[in-house]
């Protein structure tokens, strides 16, 4: 789908030899040329973490919006439109303003060099002020403390989600050092939400960055219950039905949105966030796809699934999931790809005892994918005896359904955000 504003996000892409370059200076430059957007918010809830920032934004608009509140979000990456980034008062950015934000950004940049997220998020800034909203929701690009979107003074609320090992290039090959970027978000005497941390190491430096930094821990826990879970909290004792999201890690996700809901002005009641939780979408997250193309080439009573994790914490996440599928008898088909960034081993590892077979493909567009054979490689050493590369997604669903059997199975595309897109593109 070709929109008005592709030629300027192309052009923006060329404006810095890197596509990753971390620092506030270059955005704070911007910012200033354009009279300070961003200190003419409603309040902010800015989010960091590696797995579940983005779910635990889509939990909070959600519940804001069942609650009558008009909602600007910023999130990344997009998985078809470059638009999905952008929601302003509850809706995704129109095509002639989004065009015309970042043509008035470009000339307040008069050239000089500045990263692609560095200067669409500008842009959404620029948007956010320019419309009544009572709450913006923030979601970190890549690490917090030089994340582009780390330039809010006094955020109302600051929430990290779960930390695990990813873009260790540019954060650091230890979850300490990873912590303490992402704890890099965290200010004075603004209230913080941290999710649970399976690693002590991590949950240790936020602990110890909020100390320092004077920013005070909320106590809150989720409980799973019979159909639902309880949240409990020092402003709140909920009991609320499954959200609506896929997943039994989705709860903790639901958790830390409902503590941010703690420190927001507004009193949601429990029947409003079971509405909200219930009615949530975050596509490519467990997503199931009953129509388009793809879904219809399987076999009756096959099911079709997509997820966009890639890192470790994010295959264990699909391990829990797929020891649940296994109840029902019917076996996992993958289909998967990655990137050259992203370790494949470290993913595959704890999915590969659920897996009969695995399709891997080459994530179409993307020069930073790995080759299919090398994916393969990397599932033969994670276990999975029944490997082989394919030409495309659609090829590796006609290959896995011709010699699946006559009983019905489930297969999951994943591995990638990137592929994810893809996947959902093709499939209408």
Known sequence: ??????????????????????????????????????RRLPPVVHVAGTNGKGSTVA??????????????????????????RIRVAGTLIGDDALTALLEECERANAGHPITFFEITTAAAFLAFS??????????????????????????????????SYDHRQFLGGTL???????????????????????????????????????????????????????????????????????GAHQIT?????????????????DETAARGLAAVEWPGRLQRLTRGPLAEALPAGWELWLDGGHNDSAGEVLAVHAAGWAADGRPLDLIYGMLSSKEPAEFLSPLA??????????????????????????????????????????????????TGGAAPARVLICGSLYLAGTVLAENG
């Open 1 to 38: 789908m070709t929109s008005r504003a592709d030629p300027v996000l192309d052009r923006l892409k060329a404006l810095h030899p890197k596509v990753i370059d971390l620092s506030l200076d270059r955005i704070h430059r911007l910012l200033g040329a354009l009279g300070g957007p961003h």
């Open 59 to 84: 939990f909070l608009r959600a519940m804001l919006e069942a609650a009558g509140k008009r909602v600007h979000v910023y999130t990344s990456p997009h998985l078809v439109r470059f638009h999905e």
């Open 130 to 163: 320019r419309t009544h909203a009572d709450v913006v929701l923030l979601e970190t690009g890549l690490g917090g403390r030089l994340d582009a979107t780390n330039v809010v003074d006094r955020p109302a609320v600051t929430a990290i989600t779960r930390i």
């Open 176 to 246: 300490t050092a990873i912590a303490g970027e992402k704890a890099g978000i965290l200010k004075p005497g603004v209230a913080a939400v941290f999710a649970p941390q399976p690693e002590e190491e991590a949950a240790r430096t936020l602990a110890a960055r909020a100390a320092a930094v004077g920013a005070p821990v909320t106590a809150w826990s989720v409980t799973p219950e019979d159909g639902g879970f309880r949240f409990d909290s020092a402003a709140a004792h909920r009991r609320l039905p499954r959200p609506g999201l896929a």
């Open 253 to 269: 996700n639901a958790g830390v949105a409902l503590a941010c809901l703690d420190h927001l002005p507004w009193v949601i009641d």
């Open 353 to 402: 005892p659920h897996v009969r077979r695995m399709r891997t493909v080459a994530i179409p567009g993307e020069d930073a994918a790995l080759p299919a054979d090398a994916v393969a490689a990397a599932g033969h050493g994670a276990g999975i005896a029944d490997t082989a590369a394919a030409e495309s997604v659609a090829a590796a669903l006609d290959a896995l359904s011709r």
